[in-house]
Nanobody, 126 residues
Framework: QGHLEERGGGSVQAGGSLRLSCLVA????????MGWFRQVPEKGREGVAS???????KYADSVKGRFTISKDTTNNILYLQMNSLQPGDTGMYVC????????????????????WGQGTQVTVSS
């Protein structure tokens, strides 16, 4: 129920690209608010991008113009296209879905609500 599985992480050099996928086992969950977060030991969890039920995205200032969030509601997949990667983008990337999160703000996600994946590691070297 609500199982989320991230794929697509890896190691790249600065300036490179990766596309992350979040496979959603619960049919219909991608129709709601979903988001990507990254976890770094010294910084904690940081919101990267979210997309609401209408497909409207929100981005952290640090990734605007470089990252694109999208979702395929037919196949229940959430994506994060990451271009011009920088060492500061390194982290464990986790996807989340929260059907009750109506404005879909990055700040409004909490591990106590909704569904969260285990994450996929992204490492960017200079």
């Amino acid at each position: 129920q609500g199982h989320l599985e991230e794929r697509g992480g890896g190691s790249v050099q600065a300036g490179g690209s990766l596309r992350l996928s979040c496979l959603v086992a619960n049919y219909g969950l991608t129709s709601y608010c979903m988001g990507w977060f990254r976890q770094v030991p010294e910084k904690g969890r940081e919101g990267v991008a979210s997309i609401d039920r209408n497909g409207t995205p929100k981005y952290a200032d640090s990734v605007k113009g470089r990252f694109t969030i999208s979702k395929d509601t037919t196949n229940n997949i959430l994506y994060l296209q990451m271009n011009s990667l920088q060492p500061g983008d390194t982290g464990m990337y986790v996807c989340a879905a929260d059907p009750g999160h109506h404005d879909c703000s990055l700040e409004g996600f909490t591990p106590a609500k909704g569904f969260w994946g285990q994450g996929t590691q992204v490492t960017v070297s200079s």
